[in-house]
């Protein structure tokens, strides 16, 4: 019997026969590696494994990206932003779409390339994502940025939108797995709280199949021992304290604020704005930008798919109106959104 | 001449220049040679295969091939996996203008090399010349024609049957995905484009080969997966026994690409029953374009459509994407 078999093995002998058990994971990664290794398949009948708020381009305010568009189109700008943001729809279009003068970029660097390379342009890098993101954009802003680069930033943190979830009874969360990358930044500690506060068993997990397997037995240990903790079975990559370094910059060039999250709605210290002292650098500020009123897609149930409330199957556009060719909401478009994933696995 | 003019399209003097100069230079077949209309064939046996495909990959060149080889291969190899041994070749050319000579001259000698290490003879062609910006350098249709030694249809497959790749899976894809040069990967990838009709046709005299196809656009999967849709049988695949190398798993990982949808140029999947497997596989890898072929699932009755049996034992459904992961890749 081979490791993995084993675990499966521990997983179905360790669930409790009496009811349902809910692990969440909150990492579109995670979910990645659930759906392609068929994982679903081979979990007890009442365990189920939830997919959660992994994907950052899923709750990327329309109102941003409807922004983005309208900078792309000004002839003075450039927008350069990642790839799948490029794809995500919105009331007026995506910025592949509808923008004028945007680039794909992969890292962060890449922005202060083309912002050397045209002197006489403003380069916006529309910088969206968790902390895994922020820290990469923090780390440019350390080094020095080109006078012509200007940051929108429409960061989010991971922690926030969690506790949300542990305080809605309609999902009733009963263990966590805890985002890798993220983890690697924010360190293990930073999930404590859930643990702690909440009592919900919560594991930091890599990207392997059988090391989330490894995740979920844990997670089943604590449930049957009646006991939560926050663990770590990726330890080779994450550290309790995490990468200390890149919390530094991140917080010294970010700080919270209320943030609208896309068909969730604005939640309490849950996003990261550039601070007051950088406002030069502030696209939002710079470019005076106005917050536009979400609109939403009729029929898309992006929000409760991102929320662990409702499978992507359950939605009447999956697969019909709504495919990773021509997304009609934001769930379709990355490869770390649950739509997207189901699509290709379900 | 260094470029290609509009002149060269326009069937008077510089065309029969570009032709006489520069095509009947590399490409020498007696069928050719008389530049009529068309060419007298000889046939041997009256039943006859025939396919056409055009050719608009991007770059037109990328390691492991360029157009030229690529048009000759996906020609035979259409033919070969049909059960047929190719014969003769149509090449026709629809090039920019300003296209430099010495890049034509590069491919043309590829599709000398190509064609003549495939067994097929070049036997008429056409050359278009149209203006800056209205192609990308170089477009090529090839059709393709060859005797029928044993007529594979769909209908042939059966539950129990093995399906079988001949070797390792998305080298093409990869190797045209880097070379393009939009990802910021420092790395090179070659491509498996190669003619497949000395590694099939030995297989062609075997009880039991069933079926066979050339996996190009949309990979393995899309493959498998009209088989399975025109069929009504299920197909199992196990994920431990597909074989990918490793600087494609790498990359494809990196990317986000799963290389049963990549394109290949130089592997075909093989349905035979089950008790000729083992006989076919062993003589595929005999072969040098054949030495990783591997059984990589089985049909089945017990479901419809095709499903992976993932490495940790679970089970998810293969389908076909919607969305072109790589446009242009042959």
Same mark, same amino acid.
């Given at each position: 019997?081979?490791?993995?078999?084993?675990?499966?093995?521990?997983?179905?002998?360790?669930?409790?026969?009496?009811?349902?058990?809910?692990?969440?994971?909150?990492?579109?990664?995670?979910?990645?590696?659930?759906?392609?290794?068929?994982?679903?398949?081979?979990?007890?009948?009442?365990?189920?494994?939830?997919?959660?708020?992994?994907?950052?381009?899923?709750?990327?305010?329309?109102?941003?990206?409807?922004?983005?568009?309208?900078?792309?189109?000004?002839?003075?700008?450039?927008?350069?932003?990642?790839?799948?943001?490029?794809?995500?729809?919105?009331?007026?279009?995506?910025?592949?779409?509808?923008?004028?003068?945007?680039?794909?970029?992969?890292?962060?660097?890449?922005?202060?390339?083309?912002?050397?390379?045209?002197?006489?342009?403003?380069?916006?890098?529309?910088?969206?994502?968790?902390?895994?993101?922020?820290?990469?954009?923090?780390?440019?802003?350390?080094?020095?940025?080109?006078?012509?680069?200007?940051?929108?930033?429409?960061?989010?943190?991971?922690?926030?939108?969690?506790?949300?979830?542990?305080?809605?009874?309609?999902?009733?969360?009963?263990?966590?797995?805890?985002?890798?990358?993220?983890?690697?930044?924010?360190?293990?500690?930073?999930?404590?709280?859930?643990?702690?506060?909440?009592?919900?068993?919560?594991?930091?997990?890599?990207?392997?199949?059988?090391?989330?397997?490894?995740?979920?037995?844990?997670?089943?240990?604590?449930?049957?021992?009646?006991?939560?903790?926050?663990?770590?079975?990726?330890?080779?990559?994450?550290?309790?304290?995490?990468?200390?370094?890149?919390?530094?910059?991140?917080?010294?060039?970010?700080?919270?604020?209320?943030?609208?999250?896309?068909?969730?709605?604005?939640?309490?210290?849950?996003?990261?704005?550039?601070?007051?002292?950088?406002?030069?650098?502030?696209?939002?500020?710079?470019?005076?930008?106005?917050?536009?009123?979400?609109?939403?897609?009729?029929?898309?149930?992006?929000?409760?798919?991102?929320?662990?409330?409702?499978?992507?199957?359950?939605?009447?556009?999956?697969?019909?109106?709504?495919?990773?060719?021509?997304?009609?909401?934001?769930?379709?478009?990355?490869?770390?959104?649950?739509?997207?994933?189901?699509?290709?696995?379900? | 001449?260094?470029?290609?003019?509009?002149?060269?399209?326009?069937?008077?003097?510089?065309?029969?220049?570009?032709?006489?100069?520069?095509?009947?230079?590399?490409?020498?077949?007696?069928?050719?040679?008389?530049?009529?209309?068309?060419?007298?064939?000889?046939?041997?046996?009256?039943?006859?295969?025939?396919?056409?495909?055009?050719?608009?990959?991007?770059?037109?060149?990328?390691?492991?091939?360029?157009?030229?080889?690529?048009?000759?291969?996906?020609?035979?190899?259409?033919?070969?996996?049909?059960?047929?041994?190719?014969?003769?070749?149509?090449?026709?050319?629809?090039?920019?203008?300003?296209?430099?000579?010495?890049?034509?001259?590069?491919?043309?000698?590829?599709?000398?090399?190509?064609?003549?290490?495939?067994?097929?003879?070049?036997?008429?062609?056409?050359?278009?010349?149209?203006?800056?910006?209205?192609?990308?350098?170089?477009?090529?249709?090839?059709?393709?024609?060859?005797?029928?030694?044993?007529?594979?249809?769909?209908?042939?497959?059966?539950?129990?049957?093995?399906?079988?790749?001949?070797?390792?899976?998305?080298?093409?894809?990869?190797?045209?995905?880097?070379?393009?040069?939009?990802?910021?990967?420092?790395?090179?990838?070659?491509?498996?484009? &190669? $003619? +497949?009709? !000395?590694?099939? =046709?030995?297989?062609?005299?075997?009880?039991? #080969?069933?079926?066979?196809?050339?996996?190009? %656009?949309?990979?393995?999967?899309?493959?498998?997966?009209?088989?399975?849709?025109?069929?009504?049988?299920?197909?199992?695949?196990?994920?431990?026994?597909?074989?990918?190398?490793?600087?494609?798993?790498?990359?494809?990982?990196?990317?986000?690409?799963?290389?049963?949808?990549?394109?290949?140029?130089?592997?075909?999947?093989?349905?035979?029953?089950?008790?000729?497997?083992?006989?076919?596989?062993?003589?595929?890898?005999?072969?040098?374009?054949?030495?990783? &072929? $591997? +059984?990589? !699932?089985?049909? =089945?009755?017990?479901?419809?459509?095709?499903? #992976?049996?993932?490495?940790?034992?679970?089970? %998810?459904?293969?389908?076909?994407?919607?969305?072109?992961?790589?446009?242009?890749?042959?």
């Amino acid at each position: 019997m081979n490791k993995s078999e084993n675990l499966i093995k521990h997983i179905h002998s360790l669930v409790p026969k009496d009811r349902k058990v809910k692990i969440m994971n909150v990492c579109g990664s995670h979910e990645h590696t659930i759906a392609f290794s068929g994982m679903r398949s081979l979990m007890p009948q009442n365990l189920e494994l939830i997919p959660g708020p992994g994907c950052p381009v899923c709750v990327c305010p329309e109102s941003d990206i409807i922004n983005a568009i309208k900078l792309s189109k000004r002839d003075d700008v450039i927008l350069v932003t990642y790839g799948d943001m490029l794809r995500v729809p919105t009331q007026q279009g995506s910025i592949r779409a509808e923008g004028k003068n945007f680039r794909m970029i992969t890292s962060p660097f890449e922005a202060i390339a083309i912002a050397k390379n045209h002197s006489d342009k403003k380069i916006i890098f529309f910088s969206i994502g968790f902390e895994t993101t922020t820290a990469p954009t923090a780390a440019i802003l350390e080094m020095g940025i080109p006078d012509n680069l200007y940051i929108l930033s429409s960061h989010r943190l991971t922690p926030a939108i969690m506790e949300i979830l542990v305080k809605d009874a309609d999902i009733g969360i009963d263990g966590f797995i805890a985002p890798g990358h993220v983890s690697a930044i924010v360190g293990s500690n930073a999930w404590n709280v859930f643990s702690e506060k909440y009592g919900i068993p919560t594991v930091v997990a890599g990207f392997e199949a059988e090391n989330l397997l490894l995740g979920i037995v844990d997670i089943l240990r604590q449930i049957k021992e009646g006991i939560a903790e926050t663990t770590n079975v990726y330890s080779n990559v994450v550290r309790p304290e995490g990468n200390t370094q890149a919390q530094r910059i991140m917080h010294k060039y970010f700080e919270v604020s209320n943030v609208n999250w896309r068909g969730i709605g604005y939640i309490p210290d849950s996003g990261l704005e550039l601070k007051s002292e950088y406002s030069a650098r502030d696209a939002r500020k710079v470019f005076e930008l106005k917050e536009v009123k979400e609109e939403k897609i009729p029929g898309c149930i992006c929000g409760e798919v991102i929320l662990g409330k409702a499978y992507p199957s359950k939605c009447k556009l999956f697969k019909k109106a709504c495919t990773p060719q021509s997304p009609t909401g934001p769930c379709m478009v990355s490869q770390e959104g649950s739509c997207n994933i189901w699509y290709k696995t379900n | 001449m260094k470029k290609i003019e509009i002149g060269h399209g326009s069937g008077g003097r510089l065309t029969r220049d570009l032709i006489e100069k520069l095509f009947l230079k590399y490409l020498d077949s007696n069928e050719l040679k008389p530049l009529e209309d068309a060419a007298y064939l000889r046939f041997e046996n009256p039943n006859i295969a025939i396919t056409t495909d055009s050719y608009v990959v991007r770059p037109l060149f990328f390691p492991g091939g360029d157009i030229g080889k690529l048009a000759v291969c996906g020609a035979v190899n259409d033919i070969a996996v049909s059960g047929a041994i190719p014969k003769y070749l149509s090449l026709s050319f629809i090039i920019e203008e300003g296209f430099l000579i010495k890049h034509l001259e590069d491919v043309l000698k590829s599709i000398k090399m190509t064609s003549e290490a495939a067994g097929v003879k070049i036997v008429t062609g056409d050359t278009k010349v149209v203006e800056r910006n209205k192609c990308d350098g170089l477009y090529i249709n090839t059709t393709a024609v060859g005797e029928i030694v044993t007529p594979l249809v769909i209908e042939n497959i059966s539950d129990g049957d093995a399906v079988i790749v001949t070797g390792t899976l998305g080298d093409h894809g990869t190797a045209v995905a880097i070379a393009r040069n939009e990802f910021d990967i420092d790395a090179s990838v070659e491509s498996d484009c &190669a $003619a +497949l009709s !000395g590694l099939l =046709t030995p297989l062609f005299d075997i009880d039991g #080969l069933k079926w066979m196809r050339d996996p190009t %656009r949309g990979g393995v999967a899309t493959v498998l997966v009209e088989v399975a849709e025109k069929t009504s049988l299920g197909i199992e695949i196990y994920e431990d026994k597909i074989p990918v190398r490793d600087d494609v798993r790498f990359i494809s990982d990196m990317l986000g690409y799963d290389p049963l949808y990549l394109a290949n140029e130089g592997k075909a999947v093989v349905i035979t029953s089950h008790e000729a497997a083992d006989e076919i596989l062993n003589k595929l890898r005999l072969h040098s374009l054949g030495k990783n &072929a $591997a +059984l990589i !699932g089985r049909i =089945t009755t017990k479901h419809k459509g095709v499903r #992976l049996r993932t490495k940790i034992g679970g089970e %998810r459904v293969l389908d076909m994407l919607e969305d072109d992961m790589l446009p242009r890749i042959c």
